[in-house]
């Protein structure tokens, strides 16, 4: 037929005929234009229909999917269907006994719920209106479901406005159902007998839509909410730093599960709800900075937990609204050690030499070496004794280099170095305000710093009196107690000392005590003097220009026979550390040319035999050495320990030790 003229479009107040018959026999069967008005919408769905082909009369009803593919497809509409049935189950509630039913279909138009009175599902189920039937214009003709999913807007139909004449006793209300993002996800429908007006059920169904829209933006924004939940509490679950978040009422509102572990409890959910003041000792430095609102760079914060006091290394983020108003803190826990291990590797605490550094053929200085190899095996506390300049640092490095605690942190202090009244404060730390001068948030010690590593301590000789007792208390306790605070701190450090001096006389001069050197002097290690290794002083000048060469991309220069003679002949009362600083002044006086006597500027002096090395001549040769003195001094006690330049006390220990009789 030819195109119908369709009116422009009318607002929906255009008054509904009572029988639409008339019309639709003239659109639909006659292919005529209508001679009574009907509403645009129909009117061009009709068209629509019937250039489709659309047979208005079959009694064929909607094709119906099969059960697998219905209940897949309610799997992947369940949050529509859990959240649209309480709401169906309101209307079924609401029109019981009207004779009417109440379904919900998907965007493609394919029914997944329905509900209603008995007989009136029993009617629609022979018309094949049930769930899984299709009811798009193509397969059922206009009807409100097609109708509203087509134009998005919800519509009702009454009798012969339904394009098929099997659905013409039929009053129809549909309105679309849209997700947050506003597409049509669905719609949910109102059907039942056309005899009399049913004025409230489009409202009814256009107001059920809108409640599920709303449960649907709700869910959305829950679930979106949980998600990011989820996400972030995975996150700071994966940090190895505990997080806290702190209101500015002091209630802990947030932290993650390092954090619960951290102030010992099992999940987070035991401190939430809790106030700041009842797991933390809070100082007025935090304090402060609720009040301040100014960052709290990291310091310490002790913590109450289950087995005492636990200190972490903390920072303290202010947290404020758009208009500065304060509403809590993020506090980042960090253990001490992490924070040991970050300023291990900025200021160099850690091991730089192995026993390969130490170079040298001298039997007595493979001797020791091999001892030092031995002590490095174990957990024993090593005493290093040898002249300035002997090496007793590269024995240090390569004992800690190759024992199990490698890894860890090597902390070295010279304890002569130092003044008297800040050696403590050097080794132990103190907390902030402890003296005058001190910083305000505290200090840690070398001991800390060492906690499972090494500690060395050279030139133990120069401790004062006073402090051997502390570090005595610390070796026997291993814990120690900051300058200021009362509470021990656990420490787990390996010591190792050195000393250019025999400590034995040191404490027979009442210069050291002796509990500590006992408790030092588990392996003792002498190193040798330069001028007992007249082997190595040859091999250790070339070693020490060819590393010098190469960090300056100079070439090696020869050595004539005369310089090696005269570096030979040489005491070397500086030991190694004067030996290379005569190699590299060799090297700036020679230019390139060959290095002679005349670029070695070596003092005419003889050093004798005094101070530790001494020592080591008596411990390995003593019972010889001191039968023999004895024997030339015809055993005068005191003449024989001039001779021997150690004191007469000393001297008797020895006789005593031997079996010497006196």
Known sequence: MEPLPIEPDAPERIRLIEDPKGAWEDVVIKGRPPRVPVRPRVLESWIRCREAGVDPYTETPPPVIPAAELARLKHRNRDLIDISKPVMEMIEISVRGTGFIVTLADRQALVLETMGDREILEMAGRRKYVPGCLRDSRHSGTNAIALALEE?????????????????????????????EERIIGLITLSGCSIGRHKHTLALVTASAKTIETQLRERALIEKERRLNTMLTRIYDSLTDGFMAVDNTLEITHLNSTAAKMLGMEAPETVVGRRLDEVALLDETLIETFES???????????????????????????????????????????????????????????????????????????????????????????????????????????????TRRNEPFVAISCAAIPRDLIESELFGYIGGAFTGARQKGMVGKFELAHRGTLFLDEINGLPLELQGKLLRVLQQNEILRLGDSRPIAVDVRVIAASNKDLLDEVENGNFREALYYRLNVVEIFIPPLRRRQKDIERLARHILERHCRETATCLPEITREAMEKLTAYDWPGNVRE???ICERALLLSQGEPIGPQHLPLRPRRRTETGAYRALSLRQNSRETIEATLEQCGGNISRAARVLKIARSTLYRKMDEFGIPR
């Open 152 to 180: 998005g807007q919800p519509v009702q139909l009454t009798g012969a406005e339904h394009y098929n004449i099997h659905y013409h006793f039929w009053t129809c209300s549909s309105a679309p159902i849209r997700d947050p």
């Open 293 to 403: 609102r100014e960052r709290f760079d990291p310091g310490e914060i002790p913590f109450k937990t289950p087995g005492g006091f636990k200190t972490y290394m903390c920072r303290v983020d202010p947290i404020q609204n758009p208009s500065y108003k304060l509403m809590g803190v993020i506090i980042t826990m960090s253990e001490k050690r992490q924070m040991f291990d970050m300023v291990r590797k900025i200021s160099g605490n850690y091991a730089k030499y192995e026993f390969g550094d130490i170079k040298g053929e001298d039997p007595e200085l493979k001797r020791q070496i091999e001892l030092a190899r031995i002590a490095a095996k174990t957990a024993s506390r090593v005493l290093l004794i040898g002249e300035s300049g002997t090496g007793k640092e590269l024995f240090a490095h390569a004992i800690h280099s190759h024992s």
């Open 579 to 581: 030996l290379e600083n």
